[in-house]
């Protein structure tokens, strides 16, 4: 029983609740004849918000005005060179992995050097890097669309149990940064860094070290879910990572972790994630125009957001 | 020394920076240096410096508005059908929307919700609102704005002596009127503030509703110079707006804004474009020259507020 | 009713109480202030002195218990109805809007100065107090606070607190006001609060310095586990009998060591002075305790943060850290709010607890067990949020957190403010005995007694080392006098 009411006192528990809500009525509309292929579809889709989104939590974690905008031209470019240098080869798929793993550390190191050296806020170094680094994919991809190499395509699409591959992935991910940030030195620092950067480092926190860090696990986060995505999606695309710019922040914020930093939340993010696109299909299937689509999804994530808050402002009032 | 306080460090920078690209621009292509050259450099400035502006209001109360760009947007599409075909319609749709802006001051307030993640969420509606209007682009100016917008008056372009009633406005209200040293305060130590007994919610609602009212005028004249609309006419504005702001010398929290800077700012960021242009980049590489010259002029701040940091000591 | 309507006290607390939670804070409190009357307020931290203060500023209403403004019973008593009543209150944390100007926060605190000229106006307000209390003050009303010192802060604030223009101010109270101020800007202050009472207004002064509660207080009020535990004149208490009252007792100082530089091998840590030749260098050696001292805000926390810094550490954790800190500005330089207090205190000792990168919760729960017990803080749990502590137990965490490691060098910065004697003493002790184990500390602090508990002492004015005092020679006369003159010694 306590751990039922310790469950119920997470921040993360409304996303989740938010989804299933949403699922269910998705499901009832169309009569249960679609629950297998909207769990699957939600699965998979839901699961490139969630490594991109993992990556977003560290750097928001990092405190105000840390946020990573380079997250949808990272994933372009290491998309398109990933692909490109695979060239629908199967033998070399091992290189793209590697490649894609470059550009993320690359990236990663680049906004940090900005952010320190320049000293510009993080917003704007992340949004100047971003123009370079989708300036960097359109001259590399020349306007061609590469397939990605037949197993590659095959794994991304596949299923393993009934859970799409991907998802499997994420879960992966998810478990490694839920213990990094929870049972980890280095999430304590993050958290400690976003409470207070100048306390941390008087308290002899590596403040540099595990900002640079957490920027380029971001960036190769990003990096790996748009190679995946263009795997998945049979080849890279130029605008193929622009919606994850507000849905990378979107699932961070309303899967319960803190905006000002110093508090994150791993579960949350799947929570979140499931919601985003079950919201978008639950809408389409009533049959909603765009414009409907995206005045609704804005109108239930402010929703969600107020009821959550109303949750917080109870639990805290006492202080 | 003691004219050049903290406040007009501030200001230099961005000053130095417009001045070394106009300059450049200038050099690049004299016929520029003219009065319709001029107009045509800073035009679409405008309606940037006025969603800076709004930008900068909501950043004073350390807030940041994700939404800028799809409202500016809803505002031009509702400027271009409405506020054309019935005027009376039209006006109190956009006087509705300050009043949501407000309102999102005071829910962002009493909820405690972190501004980024409402407005993330309002981007979404002004966007589907937008799109449920014109869902193809399409639309008219009103002929007045159409006519203020494109008036010449003697010896200045319209756009700079745009730029600068703007530019005054905004610093003498916020920075110089009474009521504005309360709303930077809030941005500095609400608490504070609450205990010397301001209504912290009244001066965040009308900092929120400030912001709407100038983000409107940003659509408007934003139509007044497209001569028609669409859904997704303006939705660079929120990040160029951002930038605009911080390249002004304003910062993300703690109610350090400069709205001089965040004008000087826009123009700047106007004219980078106009600047690469010039030079003849490669296509590929606008974007990213682009963020560059964001780099760089910031990069010059830095090397700027060290020796600030030295006057001050 | 015990109020005696002859004599109308400006505000008079009547049997409050109050309880948080399990903790009663107050209780059955009965408190006034005269007019033309200085009261002083003594008490350990926890004592509740903050919860009384809070009721009397309207920012807490107490669950039983009666408020009288000037006789006449204020019952829907508020933070607003307490400022039109001519009440102000300096706060122990520094409450100004540090983006603001000097005169743009005199206008937040005023809300009567409006109109065309209202930046002139507060101008003048605010540089005739400050020239009234602080004679020679050197702060310019168009500075923006963040620019000017933690002292010169604390200044602005309580000229701001004095100063007045739609409200006459009535009552004035002082949370350690003088606890950021070096000693003769706290006399000047103390004068001033003299020269205000004389005038009919009244104040009410609270400070850990008991010496300045008897020279400047009618009436001194003590308080005991939130309960008045004595009352009277200032002239019938002594520094003995209130700190007997408060409950507990002042223990000999420990004998100092006569340090022999560089006695015991070379020294730990040093850094030259820049620049100019009249400077001295920095060097501290193994197992010594060395004051920084001189006028607050010369330096001496500039100089405590580089010597950390420099020390690295940013790019990569370390075992076994090699220099700790200790934060006196504490929501500032140390506490991480969100986190509970187990955290909070076992964050710089962290890498010493974790193997392959991860905690072990166990270890880390014991040593923080441990340093709860030696530090006595005062907490049921220690999975309770810092903040839920009081402001001297959360002073203790971070004590805790620099002791706990095995740094050899522990640098304070003004550690001991809003601390209580009882724990002062026995913070005093430990760094002695931690000191002869071999540990070196460097030691800022602003008040006199604490300079001369050190071993060593340099003086500090205008960002530079002027003066070093060794041994006997570190006593308050040659502090006072270096810190003036400069290289008098």
Same mark, same amino acid.
Request: with cysteine.
């Given at each position: 029983?306590?751990?039922?009411?310790?469950?119920l006192?997470?921040?993360?528990?409304?996303?989740?609740?938010?989804?299933?809500?949403?699922?269910?009525?998705?499901?009832?509309?169309?009569?249960? @004849? /679609? &629950? $297998? =292929?909207?769990?699957?579809? *939600?699965?998979?889709?839901? #699961?490139? !918000? %969630?490594?991109?989104?993992?990556?977003?939590?560290?750097?928001?974690?990092?405190?105000?005005?840390?946020?990573?905008?380079?997250?949808?031209?990272?994933?372009?470019?290491?998309?398109?060179?990933?692909?490109?240098?695979?060239?629908?080869?199967?033998?070399?798929?091992?290189?793209?992995?590697?490649?894609?793993?470059?550009?993320?550390?690359?990236?990663?190191?680049?906004?940090?050097t900005?952010?320190?050296?320049?000293?510009?806020?993080?917003?704007?170094?992340?949004?100047?890097s971003?123009?370079?680094?989708?300036?960097?994919?359109?001259?590399?991809n020349?306007?061609?669309?590469?397939?990605?190499?037949?197993?590659?395509?095959e794994?991304?699409? @596949? /299923? &393993? $149990? =009934?859970?799409?591959?991907? *998802?499997?992935?994420?879960? #992966?991910? !998810? %478990?490694?940064a839920?213990?990094?940030l929870?049972?980890?030195?280095?999430?304590?620092?993050?958290?400690?860094?976003?409470?207070?950067?100048?306390?941390?480092?008087?308290?002899?926190?590596?403040?540099?070290?595990?900002?640079?860090?957490?920027?380029?696990?971001?960036?190769?986060l990003?990096?790996?879910?748009?190679?995946?995505?263009?795997?998945?999606?049979?080849?890279?695309?130029?605008?193929?990572?622009?919606?994850?710019l507000?849905?990378?922040i979107?699932?961070?914020?309303?899967?319960?972790?803190?905006?000002?930093?110093?508090?994150?939340n791993?579960?949350?993010?799947?929570?979140?994630?499931?919601?985003?696109?079950?919201?978008?299909?639950?809408?389409? &299937?009533? =049959?909603?125009?765009?414009?409907?689509r995206?005045?609704?999804?804005?109108? %239930?994530?402010?929703?969600?957001?107020?009821?959550?808050?109303r949750?917080?402002?109870?639990?805290?009032?006492?202080? | 020394?003691?004219w050049?306080?903290?406040e007009?460090?501030?200001?230099?920078?961005?000053?130095?920076?417009?001045?070394?690209?106009?300059?450049?621009?200038?050099?690049?292509?004299?016929?520029?240096?003219?009065?319709?050259?001029?107009?045509?450099?800073f035009?679409?400035?405008v309606?940037?410096?006025?969603?800076?502006?709004?930008?900068?209001?909501?950043?004073?109360?350390?807030?940041?508005?994700?939404?800028?760009?799809?409202?500016?947007?809803?505002?031009?599409?509702?400027?271009?059908?409405?506020?054309?075909?019935?005027?009376?319609?039209?006006?109190?749709?956009?006087?509705?929307?300050?009043?949501?802006?407000?309102?999102?001051?005071?829910?962002?307030?009493?909820?405690?919700?972190?501004?980024?993640?409402?407005?993330?969420?309002?981007?979404?509606?002004?966007?589907?609102?937008?799109?449920?209007?014109?869902?193809?682009?399409?639309?008219?100016?009103?002929?007045?704005?159409?006519?203020?917008?494109?008036?010449?008056?003697?010896?200045?372009?319209?756009?700079?002596?745009a730029?600068?009633?703007?530019?005054?406005?905004?610093?003498?209200?916020?920075?110089?009127?009474?009521?504005?040293?309360?709303?930077r305060?809030?941005?500095?130590?609400?608490?504070?503030?609450?205990?010397?007994?301001?209504?912290?919610?009244?001066?965040?609602?009308?900092?929120?509703?400030?912001?709407?009212?100038?983000?409107?005028?940003?659509?408007?004249s934003?139509?007044?110079?497209?001569?028609s609309?669409?859904?997704?006419?303006?939705?660079?504005?929120?990040?160029?707006?951002i930038?605009g702001?911080?390249?002004?010398?304003?910062?993300?929290?703690?109610?350090?804004?400069?709205?001089?800077?965040?004008?000087?700012?826009?123009?700047?960021?106007?004219?980078?474009?106009?600047?690469?242009?010039?030079?003849?980049?490669?296509?590929?590489?606008?974007?990213?020259?682009q963020?560059?010259?964001?780099?760089?002029?910031?990069?010059?701040?830095?090397?700027?507020?060290r020796?600030?940091?030295?006057?001050?000591? | 009713?015990?109020?005696?309507?002859?004599?109308?006290?400006?505000?008079?607390?009547?049997?409050?109480?109050?309880?948080?939670?399990?903790v009663?804070?107050?209780?059955?409190?009965?408190?006034?202030?005269?007019?033309?009357?200085?009261?002083?307020?003594?008490?350990?931290n926890?004592?509740?002195?903050?919860?009384?203060?809070?009721?009397?500023?309207?920012?807490?209403?107490?669950?039983?218990?009666?408020?009288?403004?000037e006789?006449?019973?204020?019952?829907?008593?508020?933070?607003?109805?307490?400022?039109?009543?001519?009440?102000?209150?300096?706060?122990?944390?520094?409450?100004?809007?540090?983006?603001?100007?000097?005169?743009?926060?005199?206008?937040?605190?005023?809300?009567g100065?409006?109109?065309?000229g209202?930046?002139?106006?507060?101008?003048?307000?605010?540089?005739?107090?400050?020239?009234?209390?602080?004679?020679?003050?050197?702060?310019?009303?168009?500075?923006?606070?963040?620019e000017?010192?933690?002292?010169?802060?604390?200044?602005?604030?309580?000229?701001?607190?004095?100063?007045?223009?739609?409200?006459?101010?009535?009552?004035?109270?002082?949370?350690?006001?003088?606890?950021?101020?070096?000693?003769?800007?706290?006399?000047?202050?103390?004068?001033?609060?003299r020269?205000?009472?004389?005038?009919?207004?009244?104040v009410?002064?609270?400070?850990?310095?008991?010496?300045?509660?008897?020279?400047?207080?009618?009436?001194?009020?003590?308080?005991?586990?939130?309960?008045?535990?004595?009352s009277g004149?200032?002239?019938?208490?002594?520094?003995?009998?209130?700190?007997?009252?408060?409950?507990?007792?002042?223990?000999?100082?420990?004998a100092r060591?006569?340090?022999?530089?560089?006695?015991?091998?070379?020294?730990?840590?040093?850094?030259?002075?820049?620049?100019?030749?009249?400077?001295?260098?920095?060097?501290?050696y193994?197992?010594e305790?060395?004051?920084?001292?001189?006028?607050?805000g010369?330096?001496?926390?500039?100089?405590?943060?580089?010597?950390?810094?420099?020390?690295?550490?940013?790019?990569?954790?370390?075992?076994?850290?090699?220099?700790?800190?200790?934060?006196?500005?504490?929501?500032?330089?140390?506490n991480?709010?969100?986190?509970?207090?187990?955290?909070?205190?076992?964050?710089?000792?962290?890498?010493?607890?974790?193997?392959?990168g991860?905690?072990?919760?166990?270890?880390?729960?014991?040593?923080?067990?441990?340093?709860?017990?030696?530090?006595?803080?005062?907490?049921?749990?220690?999975?309770?949020?810092?903040?839920?502590?009081?402001?001297g137990?959360?002073?203790?965490?971070?004590?805790?957190?620099?002791?706990?490691?095995?740094?050899?060098?522990?640098?304070?910065?003004?550690?001991?403010?809003?601390?209580?004697?009882?724990?002062?003493?026995?913070?005093?002790?430990?760094?002695?005995?931690?000191?002869?184990?071999?540990?070196?500390?460097?030691?800022?602090?602003?008040?006199?007694?604490?300079v001369?508990?050190?071993?060593?002492?340099y003086?500090?004015?205008e960002?530079?080392?002027?003066?070093?005092?060794t041994?006997?020679?570190?006593?308050?006369?040659?502090?006072?006098?270096?810190?003036?003159?400069?290289?008098?010694?």
């Amino acid at each position: 029983m306590a751990a039922i009411k310790a469950m119920l006192a997470k921040p993360w528990i409304w996303s989740f609740v938010a989804a299933a809500g949403v699922w269910m009525v998705t499901i009832l509309f169309t009569a249960g @004849a /679609s &629950t $297998l =292929g909207l769990t699957q579809a *939600a699965l998979t889709f839901a #699961a490139f !918000s %969630i490594i991109v989104g993992l990556g977003q939590m560290f750097v928001i974690t990092l405190g105000p005005g840390n946020v990573d905008l380079s997250i949808p031209s990272t994933m372009t470019l290491a998309g398109t060179v990933a692909l490109k240098l695979m060239d629908t080869n199967n033998g070399l798929i091992a290189v793209g992995i590697l490649v894609t793993l470059a550009v993320g550390v690359t990236v990663g190191i680049g906004n940090y050097t900005l952010i320190k050296l320049l000293r510009i806020p993080p917003i704007i170094a992340t949004l100047s890097s971003s123009f370079i680094i989708q300036s960097t994919a359109i001259w590399y991809n020349r306007g061609i669309r590469i397939k990605p190499p037949r197993v590659l395509a095959e794994f991304t699409t @596949a /299923s &393993t $149990l =009934g859970i799409p591959n991907v *998802a499997w992935l994420a879960l #992966a991910i !998810s %478990i490694v940064a839920w213990v990094l940030l929870e049972r980890g030195i280095y999430g304590r620092w993050v958290s400690a860094i976003g409470q207070n950067m100048r306390a941390a480092r008087l308290a002899g926190v590596p403040v540099d070290g595990v900002r640079v860090a957490t920027y380029v696990l971001c960036a190769v986060l990003a990096a790996l879910a748009g190679f995946l995505l263009s795997c998945f999606s049979g080849g890279a695309a130029l605008n193929m990572g622009a919606e994850y710019l507000l849905t990378s922040i979107a699932v961070v914020v309303i899967g319960g972790t803190a905006v000002a930093g110093g508090f994150a939340n791993v579960p949350g993010i799947w929570g979140a994630s499931l919601f985003l696109f079950l919201v978008v299909s639950m809408l389409n &299937t009533y =049959g909603a125009s765009a414009g409907v689509r995206l005045f609704l999804t804005g109108v %239930i994530i402010i929703a969600v957001i107020i009821a959550a808050s109303r949750r917080l402002g109870e639990g805290s009032s006492t202080s | 020394m003691t004219w050049l306080t903290a406040e007009r460090w501030r200001l230099l920078v961005p000053a130095v920076s417009l001045t070394v690209l106009l300059i450049a621009v200038f050099w690049l292509q004299p016929r520029t240096m003219s009065y319709t050259g001029l107009n045509l450099l800073f035009n679409l400035a405008v309606p940037i410096a006025l969603a800076t502006i709004a930008q900068m209001l909501i950043m004073m109360v350390n807030g940041l508005d994700l939404s800028m760009g799809t409202f500016v947007s809803f505002v031009a599409c509702v400027t271009a059908t409405f506020l054309q075909t019935d005027p009376l319609v039209g006006a109190l749709i956009l006087f509705g929307c300050i009043a949501i802006y407000g309102a999102l001051g005071v829910v962002i307030y009493l909820r405690n919700l972190p501004a980024i993640v409402v407005t993330l969420g309002m981007s979404f509606v002004w966007g589907g609102l937008a799109v449920l209007l014109l869902p193809t682009p399409g639309g008219a100016a009103p002929e007045w704005i159409r006519w203020v917008m494109t008036s010449k008056p003697p010896f200045v372009p319209m756009a700079i002596v745009a730029s600068v009633i703007i530019a005054a406005a905004a610093h003498w209200l916020v920075m110089r009127s009474s009521f504005g040293v309360v709303l930077r305060g809030v941005g500095g130590n609400e608490r504070t503030v609450e205990r010397a007994g301001w209504s912290v919610l009244r001066a965040r609602a009308t900092a929120y509703a400030m912001a709407g009212f100038f983000a409107v005028l940003s659509g408007m004249s934003l139509v007044g110079l497209t001569t028609s609309a669409d859904a997704n006419i303006a939705l660079r504005y929120t990040l160029l707006s951002i930038a605009g702001v911080i390249l002004g010398g304003g910062e993300f929290v703690g109610g350090r804004v400069s709205p001089i800077g965040a004008v000087i700012g826009a123009l700047t960021l106007t004219l980078a474009a106009s600047f690469l242009s010039f030079l003849r980049i490669s296509p590929d590489w606008q974007i990213g020259a682009q963020g560059a010259i964001l780099i760089i002029v910031l990069a010059l701040r830095l090397v700027l507020t060290r020796r600030e940091a030295r006057v001050a000591h | 009713m015990s109020i005696d309507p002859a004599v109308k006290p400006v505000i008079a607390v009547d049997g409050a109480s109050k309880t948080f939670g399990a903790v009663r804070a107050l209780s059955e409190v009965s408190f006034s202030v005269a007019r033309g009357e200085c009261v002083g307020l003594v008490g350990h931290n926890g004592a509740g002195k903050s919860t009384l203060v809070n009721i009397l500023n309207g920012s807490l209403t107490p669950d039983a218990g009666t408020i009288h403004l000037e006789g006449l019973a204020a019952d829907r008593y508020s933070v607003v109805a307490a400022r039109a009543s001519g009440l102000r209150c300096v706060f122990q944390e520094l409450s100004l809007c540090p983006n603001l100007t000097v005169t743009e926060n005199t206008r937040i605190m005023h809300s009567g100065i409006k109109g065309l000229g209202w930046r002139r106006n507060a101008a003048a307000l605010i540089r005739a107090k400050l020239d009234e209390i602080f004679p020679g003050h050197g702060i310019d009303g168009g500075q923006t606070v963040a620019e000017l010192s933690i002292a010169e802060r604390q200044m602005v604030e309580i000229a701001t607190a004095f100063s007045q223009s739609d409200h006459a101010v009535r009552l004035v109270i002082l949370d350690e006001p003088t606890s950021s101020l070096d000693s003769s800007l706290a006399a000047q202050l103390l004068a001033y609060i003299r020269r205000f009472v004389a005038e009919g207004g009244s104040v009410v002064l609270i400070s850990h310095i008991l010496s300045e509660i008897l020279t400047t207080a009618d009436r001194i009020v003590v308080m005991k586990d939130g309960q008045v535990v004595a009352s009277g004149p200032a002239a019938e208490f002594s520094v003995d009998t209130l700190v007997g009252a408060m409950g507990s007792v002042v223990r000999a100082r420990d004998a100092r060591r006569v340090f022999e530089a560089g006695a015991e091998g070379g020294p730990v840590l040093q850094q030259r002075a820049l620049g100019n030749a009249e400077a001295m260098d920095f060097v501290a050696y193994r197992g010594e305790i060395l004051g920084l001292a001189g006028l607050g805000g010369h330096g001496q926390t500039r100089t405590l943060v580089s010597l950390f810094m420099n020390a690295g550490g940013d790019w990569r954790g370390r075992r076994q850290t090699k220099i700790a800190f200790v934060a006196g500005d504490r929501h500032v330089d140390g506490n991480l709010p969100l986190w509970s207090t187990l955290k909070n205190l076992t964050l710089t000792l962290l890498p010493d607890l974790t193997r392959l990168g991860l905690i072990d919760r166990r270890k880390e729960a014991s040593v923080a067990g441990n340093w709860r017990e030696r530090m006595e803080i005062r907490t049921n749990d220690l999975g309770n949020p810092i903040l839920s502590l009081s402001g001297g137990n959360q002073q203790k965490v971070l004590f805790a957190r620099a002791l706990a490691t095995t740094a050899p060098v522990v640098l304070m910065d003004d550690p001991m403010r809003g601390v209580d004697i009882g724990t002062k003493q026995e913070v005093y002790h430990m760094l002695r005995v931690e000191a002869d184990k071999g540990r070196t500390f460097v030691w800022y602090s602003t008040e006199m007694d604490e300079v001369c508990q050190c071993d060593r002492v340099y003086v500090f004015r205008e960002g530079r080392i002027v003066a070093e005092l060794t041994g006997e020679d570190v006593t308050e006369e040659r502090v006072l006098a270096a810190s003036f003159a400069g290289g008098a010694a």
